[in-house]
């Protein structure tokens, strides 16, 4: 089936500028996550989301971020007034049930760059 | 607060070798370890996963070696091949965490030579 999907695959802000990153979790997957991945670095957690409720959110950086999920479903991270240290790979996880959030499977990524 | 730490950075193995790459974890609170494989310009892939009431966890040719005593658990790839190329990143989940917040390793690029 088809596994997560994220779009716009590169950005390319200048700074200032608001961005708005989609996530297409897999059909049914309960749990959503959002990590954010510098350039040779792991993934590090920025928020999740079970069904539309957002229960997590201690990994965003800034008043500046902001994610949601209005439907339970499709999830948009949101960076308002884009900075330099923004710039980074914006991935999305999602997983079946909160029983099992554990086992995540990831998109493919945004590319962010702020200019 | 790096709260994962895998090792090494950098792996070059030959084609039909064995890879290995550790990791070490203080916080006794995690208690789900996967390993998740990435190829440039992909997300990455859920390889692998151990809890700690097992030692040992083998899915073909990969093995997660579990030590709970020393915090340190290992990815070992038998017969690895080219296409095994990749980041590797070790991760810990938090055990009592209402959410599914994956800490991830500082990664290790591997690479297999033909």
């Known amino acids: ?103 995540q499977y990831f998109g493919p990524g945004t590319r962010l760059t702020v200019t | 607060q790096q709260q994962v730490k895998q090792s090494p950075q950098s792996l070059i193995v030959q084609k039909g070798g064995i890879s290995i790459i550790n990791c070490a974890y203080e916080n006794t609170a995690f208690d789900y370890f996967p390993w998740y494989q990435q190829f440039p310009g992909k997300g990455p892939a859920l390889l692998i996963a151990i809890r700690p009431d097992v030692s040992e966890k083998k899915e073909g040719r990969f093995t997660i070696s579990f030590n709970k005593s020393a915090k340190q658990f290992s990815l070992h790839i038998m017969d690895s091949q080219p296409g095994d190329s990749a980041t590797y990143f070790c991760a810990a989940n938090h055990g009592s965490s209402n959410t599914g917040k994956l800490i991830f390793g500082q990664g290790t690029t591997l690479q297999v030579k033909p």
């Open chain 1, 1 to 103: 089936g088809a596994g997560v999907s994220q779009s716009p695959r590169y950005k390319v802000a200048k700074r200032g500028q608001d961005v708005a990153l989609r996530c297409d979790p897999i059909s049914g997957h309960v749990s959503l996550f959002w990590y954010q991945q510098a350039l040779g670095q792991g993934p590090e957690f920025l928020t999740y989301f079970q069904n539309e409720a957002q229960l997590d959110k201690s990994g965003l950086p800034s008043d500046r971020f902001f994610a949601e999920r209005p439907e339970g479903s499709v999830s948009t991270l949101k960076i308002q007034r884009t900075q330099q240290e923004d710039s980074a790979v914006y991935l999305c996880a999602s997983s079946w049930t909160s029983g099992r959030k554990y086992e």
